[in-house]
């Protein structure tokens, strides 16, 4: 968990504070668990069965991460190939596109790479993309090797993260990694919100190693102090 | 060619549900204009229609329709046009991942702004509420924290362009908002469905906020059932509100009083020709007849110029056409409040005062409305208070009084003042000492008053939401002291 900022009550912090909006889609082939994780995001519960997503089912959450407040649009679409073709309207607008596949089961890790490419073709230019094995709970079940998997994510500059909605293990952590990743410049959505008002982030701040990685913003290295002025914007 | 947009309003097959139980609260707070239907449908159309070969026809042609009770014209208009052309692309799927969406959203409280997602955007759209404030902006209110800036708000519910809708034939806007409120037979005539549809709900809107009680047809075609009903010669034609495109109404509907004839919109910001010449119904032969109002209905109030003038100036000066419409449909907000206040006043004066209200006697009821004795308070304290038109105001009342829309109101107040007087007396009775006033009185009385306590708390039972609790717990309270209080061989039968 990176440390919140400062105020005891977070809840209250999220309500006076000023959020920004983030439009997050989760891909990625039936059954890896996208639905499972944003529920662990958003509710913080699992179930074992859910039912399989019609079209996309849209979810809110508020995250403090490093005195800023984001608000989660999530777009949770469904795997079935059946609704392939709507996809694109849920990475349209998006902000970020979270890639998910399940480490138990190779072939979803090879969908990983259709749909890196589909958002390189056809998604925002800037989009964020973030790709996430999920069920890394069941390690003697395990097909795809982690390593292959980082190694491509870095290769692309795309946040990756191994993740269990069953036992929470990075799930936060993932849209927190987001969260950080998403470019500077739209920061106050859209503009004339603050009009003038500067967001100033509290003071450049120590970042624990994480789990996830972000591709080409975080360096692999053991903890930097990374002052958030050195962005470009 | 290509996509259309409109929407048409059926009725309902007879016999079925009037509303949808999950209305009621809803129908209870939004303002009287956005009720959902009782006996009616709305279908919000997008229709496509394109070449193509390999189809037997040699054309593409299909529509998505969105069914509904709601009068939210601008929201399912909006939302229909984001559906349909997923839906030609992608097909099925793509309608069950709109109705998954709509399946989520929150249930329409009004006053509240909701956040609707649907297929990977989130429109954000205010629910009236029957307390805002119609003149001048609306507050915020506290809950705004639960909103999120969406990827498209939406300014309005249900409010049509009224200025575009109207471009056309403006000098006539005035007599057209005598019509509506009176519940005249108009016909509006255009090419498309989507130009008829806009001018009959902006017509409708015209006389906000009072409820238009009269049926009425965005786009009626001569496939729809009540075709023979509304297009006889025998009968007089029906008060409704027609918007049609088939050539064919032009001599089917010739004998109607009324007829709105739009012609093409020419681009927006170029000021539109004055039609000031009204013109006889007769004289429209085809469709392909000028644009135009055709009537002999002669206004009962003077045409207000100034409205007109800025209008037009705005036109000039390329004002945008949200701010003309806002302009225009303030002037009728204006306008028709003008009109209905010395009405409200009146009602008012009606009510039983509260000394009036008594634990042992009846309910009070409201006074008759007595058109002659509301017309003689119009000389002195009429719409001139607040609207600087002339004219034979009274005479419009006259005609307004045989309308379904004074119907319409007169019974909504009759209910809304009724349920306040019961209320009253029911709380004037559970706070009197019953238990004091039935010792010295017979038994008869005491029976008497039982049936009226029971009778109350069945009221209490039908309009939970007014009640207050702590007067049911009175009353129940007084009902068993009272019974405990009578012989055995009574109470049994009471209790029975």
Redesign the interface.
């Known amino acids: 968990m990176a440390q919140r900022s400062r105020g005891d009550d977070p809840e209250a912090e999220i309500r006076t504070m000023q959020m920004r909006d983030v439009k997050v889609c989760l891909l990625g082939d039936s059954g890896v668990g996208k639905s499972s994780i944003v529920m662990r995001f958003v509710s913080n519960t699992y179930k074992p069965s859910l039912e399989s997503t019609i079209g996309a089912s849209f979810m809110n959450k508020s995250l403090v991460v490093d005195g800023m407040g984001y608000r989660f649009q999530i777009w949770d679409t469904a795997g079935q190939e059946k609704y392939r073709a709507l996809a694109p309207m849920y990475y349209r607008g998006a902000a970020a596109a979270v890639i998910v596949y399940d480490t138990t089961r190779e072939v979803t890790y090879r969908a990983v790479k259709s749909w890196v490419n589909e958002l390189r073709s056809y998604g925002p230019p800037k989009i964020v993309i973030a790709i996430a094995g999920n069920k890394c709970d069941l390690e003697d079940l395990r097909e795809v090797n982690r390593k292959d998997a980082e190694d491509y994510a870095r290769s692309i500059s795309a946040i990756f993260c191994e993740t269990s909605a069953v036992t929470a293990i990075n799930v936060e952590d993932l849209f927190m990694a987001v969260a950080r990743q998403l470019p500077l410049e739209d920061f106050s959505d859209g503009d004339r919100r603050n009009g003038s008002t500067v967001n100033l982030r509290s003071s450049p701040e120590q970042r624990k190693k994480q789990c996830c990685s972000g591709g080409k913003n975080s360096p692999s290295s053991s903890s930097t102090s990374r002052p958030q002025s050195s962005r470009q914007s | 060619m290509g996509d259309t947009q409109f929407h048409f309003r059926i009725r309902q097959c007879p016999g079925r549900k009037p509303t949808v139980k999950a209305h009621n609260a809803y129908n209870r707070d939004c303002p009287i204009t956005l009720q959902s239907e009782s006996a009616y449908y709305y279908g919000f159309v997008y229709f496509r229609q394109t070449k193509d070969r390999t189809i037997r026809r040699g054309y593409f042609q299909k529509s998505v329709v969105l069914v509904t009770k709601l009068p939210f014209v601008a929201l399912f208009s909006q939302l229909v046009s984001i559906i349909a052309p997923?839906y030609f692309?992608?097909g099925e799927?793509?309608l069950?991942?709109?109705?998954?969406?709509i399946d989520?959203w929150p249930d329409p409280i009004p006053g509240d702004t909701l956040n609707l997602?649907i297929?990977?955007?989130?429109i954000q759209v205010r629910v009236p509420c029957r307390s805002d404030r119609l003149v001048g902006g609306v507050q915020a209110k506290s809950q705004e924290?639960h909103t999120?800036?969406a990827?498209s708000v939406l300014p309005t519910l249900h409010e049509v362009d009224i200025y575009s809708a109207f471009h056309s034939i403006l000098p006539h806007v005035q007599l057209l908002w005598e019509l509506v409120l009176i519940g005249e037979p108009v016909v509006v005539m255009a090419a498309s469905p989507s130009v008829t549809c806009n001018c009959v709900q902006a017509l409708i809107n015209m006389i906000t906020p009072l409820k238009y009680c009269n049926d009425f047809r965005p786009y009626f075609t001569i496939h729809d059932s009540e075709f023979k009903e509304f297009t006889t010669r025998t009968q007089a034609p029906p008060p409704v509100i027609l918007g049609v495109t088939n050539p064919f109404f032009a001599k089917t509907l010739q004998h109607w009083p009324h007829i709105i004839r739009i012609g093409e919109m020419g681009g927006l910001g170029t000021s539109p020709k004055p039609l000031n010449k009204l013109k006889k119904a007769a004289s429209l032969k085809t469709l392909d007849s000028k644009p135009g109002v055709y009537t002999q209905y002669k206004s009962f109030l003077a045409k207000d110029k100034m409205i007109l003038k800025r209008l037009m100036k705005g036109s000039q000066s390329k004002r945008p056409v949200e701010a003309q419409n806002a302009i225009l449909r303030r002037h009728f907000l204006e306008l028709t409040q003008s009109f209905m206040i010395p009405l409200e006043r009146y009602m008012a004066s009606l009510m039983p005062l509260q000394r009036n209200i008594s634990p042992h006697k009846g309910a009070p009821l409201l006074r008759q409305f007595d058109p002659e004795e509301f017309l003689q308070t119009v000389e002195h304290s009429g719409p001139q208070l607040t609207s600087g038109i002339k004219g034979d105001w009274e005479a419009l009342y006259r005609r307004f009084f045989r309308s379904p829309n004074f119907e319409g109101w007169y019974y909504q107040r009759q209910r809304e003042v009724n349920q306040k007087l019961q209320v009253l007396h029911m709380e004037a009775l559970s706070n009197s000492n019953l238990v004091e006033w039935i010792r010295d009185k017979e038994e008869v009385e005491i029976v008497d008053l039982i049936l009226r306590i029971k009778e109350k708390l069945k009221f209490a039972i039908n309009n939970h939401t007014v009640v207050q609790q702590e007067s049911v717990m009175k009353l129940q309270k007084h009902l068993e002291n009272i019974v405990s209080a009578l012989p055995d061989d009574l109470q049994t039968v009471i209790k029975t």
């Open positions: 997923e692309d992608n799927p793509s069950e991942a709109a109705c998954h969406d989520q997602p297929m990977g955007t989130v924290r999120i800036p990827h």
